[in-house]
C-alpha cells in the first residue's frame, strides 16, 4: 500500500526555521514528483513547492520563495522541505503528497495521491 507520512512539525517562533520529513513506504519515489501543500484552519488547500522525480527542477508558491527549500533523497525514500524565516501566516498543517507525473506540472489536487496525514506547523510568539 503506497503511504506517506510527514514529520518535523512543531511550534516555533517568527523568523525560525523547521525542516519537514516526507517519508515514502510501499513504493519508491523515484517515479514521482512530490508536492508539499499546506491548509490553514477554513481556507482551500494550497500548493507550496514540488520537486521532480529524481531532483532536477523544483517550484515554489510566491509566498515562500526563498525562504522554503524543497530537497530529495531517494535513496532514504524521503523528501524534504527546510522552512526558513517562517511568518506567522505560515501556520497550517502541512502535506505531502505523489504526482502522476514524474515532473512538477502545478498544483492541481486531482494530479496527486497518496497524501499524507499532514504535520502542523505553528508560528507563533
Known amino acids: 500500500q503506497l503511504q506517506l507520512v510527514e514529520s518535523g512539525g512543531g511550534l516555533v517562533q517568527p523568523g525560525g526555521s523547521l525542516r519537514l520529513s516526507c517519508a515514502a513506504s510501499?513504493?519508491?519515489?523515484?517515479?514521482?514528483?512530490i508536492g508539499w501543500f499546506r491548509q490553514a484552519p477554513g481556507k482551500e488547500r494550497e500548493g507550496v513547492s514540488c520537486?521532480?522525480?529524481?531532483?532536477?527542477?523544483?517550484n515554489y508558491a510566491d509566498s515562500v520563495k526563498d525562504r522554503f527549500t524543497i530537497s530529495r533523497d531517494n535513496a532514504k525514500n524521503t523528501v524534504y522541505l527546510q522552512m526558513n524565516s517562517l511568518k506567522p501566516e505560515d501556520t497550517a498543517v502541512y502535506f505531502c503528497?505523489?504526482?502522476?507525473?514524474?515532473?512538477?506540472?502545478?498544483?492541481?489536487?486531482?494530479?496527486?495521491?497518496?497524501w499524507g496525514q499532514g504535520t502542523q506547523v505553528t508560528v507563533s510568539s
Open positions: 510501499g513504493f519508491t519515489l523515484d517515479y514521482y514528483a
Open positions: 520537486i521532480s522525480s529524481r531532483g532536477g527542477s523544483a
Open positions: 503528497a505523489a504526482s502522476t507525473y514524474w515532473y512538477c506540472s502545478g498544483y492541481v489536487l486531482r494530479d496527486f495521491i497518496s
